[in-house]
């Protein structure tokens, strides 16, 4: 088969979501103990306001503010002691004028108090009686009843990765449960009669499979999990057979190798071949990756990936990440990068958006960002790379002391 037309990223993200929106990710109830890094299925909202009653934000004294008009360490106001709120239970205590209460950090404002005053700006003359010597106005030191959270928040919206933080915020309104997409099972399938496992000794002219290694990290680092990996031969049957026993046990088949246009490469032939919509993407305008294939087929993901090392891994970070990001309805959130300045002239591809893998250098404050120029193929890119810089399709180049954007994840 011939390329199809080599779509820039932004377009085959686009078809993607044309054709892998309508994948179906199963839901499941989980604890939120096993919640982290995982992605809600639904908006949660409160059905609570946080906080439910007005409260003190420190230790002090809760009081009529208008009673400490004009205080000052020069010219204190003294009020009265008439009480102690306790942690934990309902203040019966009622503030009014010329006294005030004792309260601890999270303890109920009583009835008539409109401000806290921090202890520090207090002195106890006696047992029942306080120097004030600062001023308060209303509300101060106080959080009230919904300042924080009101009834029907959204706390985590739909497609939220979970972290500790909302963990504390659910639990904080009394969901203990709640409902997440279970992890997109993928199956990756290396292709070439090369490849051999890693612990295999080999011969001359053998490589070591390192593709559904690295993919299947990146798998996991993006909400799935890998429930299989094997290797097959560079022939048609062989390729289609493995697939056709994981179509449909599994959300994504990722083949590595057999994408390009090589009389051995049937990759594209074999992910056509299994019904609508079937192929959409056999060729990206990327440096390196040209070779990528993308089709859909009986609710599931296929994916046909380079087989150089470098290339499958770049091709995944940008088009893998898009695809879990549709698959468990990720919300938007602002890609991750560090800016740079550049230490080597880099040359764009005609035609093509180019990655270029490399490592950062922090120097007198400032970053520096050194490319790997090596071939595709090259593997010590990928235990070496910190992160990348993307050359944008219709540059020539970007000049050496420029500064760059490294994109880390």
Same mark, same amino acid.
């Given at each position: 088969?011939?390329?199809?037309?080599?779509?820039?990223?932004?377009?085959?993200?686009?078809?993607?979501?044309?054709?892998?929106?309508?994948?179906?990710?199963?839901?499941?109830?989980?604890?939120?103990?096993?919640?982290?890094?995982?992605?809600?299925?639904?908006?949660?909202?409160?059905?609570?306001?946080?906080?439910?009653?007005?409260?003190?934000?420190?230790?002090?004294?809760?009081?009529?503010?208008?009673?400490?008009?004009?205080?000052?360490?020069?010219?204190?106001?003294?009020?009265?002691?008439?009480?102690?709120?306790?942690?934990?239970?309902?203040?019966?205590?009622?503030?009014?004028?010329?006294?005030?209460?004792?309260?601890?950090?999270?303890?109920?404002?009583?009835?008539?108090?409109?401000?806290?005053?921090?202890?520090?700006?207090?002195?106890?003359?006696?047992?029942?009686?306080?120097?004030?010597?600062?001023?308060?106005?209303?509300?101060?030191?106080?959080?009230?009843?919904?300042?924080?959270?009101?009834?029907?928040? =959204?706390?985590?919206?739909?497609? %939220?990765? *979970?972290?500790? #933080?909302?963990? +504390? @915020? $659910?639990?904080?309104?009394?969901?203990? &449960?709640?409902?997440?997409?279970?992890?997109?099972?993928?199956?990756?399938?290396?292709?070439?009669?090369?490849?051999?496992?890693?612990?295999?000794? =080999?011969?001359?002219?053998?490589? %070591?499979? *390192?593709?559904? #290694?690295?993919? +299947? @990290? $990146?798998?996991?680092?993006?909400?799935? &999990?890998?429930?299989?990996?094997?290797?097959?031969?560079?022939?048609?049957?062989?390729?289609?057979?493995?697939?056709?026993?994981?179509?449909?046990?599994?959300?994504?088949?990722?083949?590595?190798?057999?994408?390009?246009?090589?009389?051995?490469?049937?990759?594209?032939?074999?992910?056509?071949?299994?019904?609508?919509?079937?192929?959409?993407?056999?060729?990206?305008?990327?440096?390196?990756?040209?070779?990528?294939?993308?089709?859909?087929?009986?609710?599931?993901?296929?994916?046909?990936?380079?087989?150089?090392?470098?290339?499958?891994?770049?091709?995944?970070?940008?088009?893998?990440?898009?695809?879990?990001?549709?698959?468990?309805?990720?919300?938007?959130?602002?890609?991750?990068?560090?800016?740079?300045?550049?230490?080597?002239?880099?040359?764009?591809?005609?035609?093509?958006?180019?990655?270029?893998?490399?490592?950062?250098?922090?120097?007198?404050?400032?970053?520096?960002?050194?490319?790997?120029?090596?071939?595709?193929?090259?593997?010590?890119?990928?235990?070496?790379?910190?992160?990348?810089?993307?050359?944008?399709?219709?540059?020539?180049?970007?000049?050496?002391?420029?500064?760059?954007?490294?994109?880390?994840?």
């Amino acid at each position: 088969m011939k390329f199809l037309k080599a779509y820039n990223p932004d377009r085959i993200k686009e078809m993607m979501r044309e054709h892998f929106s309508n994948i179906e990710i199963e839901t499941e109830i989980i604890h939120i103990s096993e919640a982290q890094y995982r992605y809600s299925s639904m908006d949660i909202m409160s059905s609570v306001n946080i906080p439910d009653f007005n409260k003190s934000t420190v230790d002090g004294y809760a009081l009529m503010s208008s009673d400490t008009r004009g205080a000052s360490e020069s010219m204190p106001v003294f009020l009265d002691v008439s009480g102690e709120v306790l942690m934990g239970t309902e203040s019966h205590t009622e503030v009014v004028e010329n006294t005030c209460v004792y309260i601890p950090t999270g303890g109920m404002i009583p009835k008539g108090a409109d401000a806290v005053v921090m202890i520090e700006y207090t002195e106890k003359l006696k047992e029942d009686t306080v120097a004030v010597n600062m001023a308060m106005h209303p509300g101060k030191n106080i959080i009230y009843i919904g300042e924080d959270i009101n009834v029907d928040d =959204i706390i985590v919206k739909k497609g %939220r990765k *979970i972290t500790a #933080f909302d963990m +504390g @915020a $659910l639990s904080a309104i009394g969901v203990s &449960e709640i409902s997440v997409f279970k992890k997109p099972k993928a199956v990756i399938i290396s292709s070439g009669d090369e490849i051999r496992k890693p612990e295999v000794e =080999i011969k001359l002219g053998e490589v %070591r499979d *390192i593709n559904s #290694f690295v993919v +299947g @990290a $990146l798998i996991e680092k993006y909400g799935g &999990e890998v429930i299989y990996k094997s290797i097959v031969n560079d022939d048609e049957g062989s390729l289609f057979n493995e697939v056709e026993k994981w179509i449909d046990k599994t959300d994504i088949v990722i083949v590595s190798g057999g994408s390009s246009a090589g009389i051995k490469d049937v990759t594209a032939e074999v992910l056509d071949s299994f019904g609508e919509p079937g192929l959409f993407v056999h060729g990206a305008a990327v440096k390196p990756g040209k070779p990528t294939i993308m089709s859909c087929a009986r609710n599931t993901a296929l994916l046909g990936l380079p087989g150089h090392p470098g290339s499958s891994s770049i091709i995944f970070t940008i088009f893998g990440k898009e695809l879990f990001k549709i698959l468990l309805k990720k919300e938007e959130t602002m890609a991750f990068y560090i800016e740079a300045e550049l230490t080597y002239n880099l040359t764009g591809a005609p035609g093509k958006e180019t990655y270029v893998m490399g490592t950062l250098e922090l120097n007198d404050g400032k970053y520096l960002f050194n490319p790997l120029i090596k071939k595709s193929a090259a593997i010590s890119q990928l235990s070496k790379s910190e992160g990348y810089v993307v050359i944008k399709s219709g540059t020539e180049g970007i000049q050496k002391g420029n500064i760059v954007k490294v994109y880390t994840e």
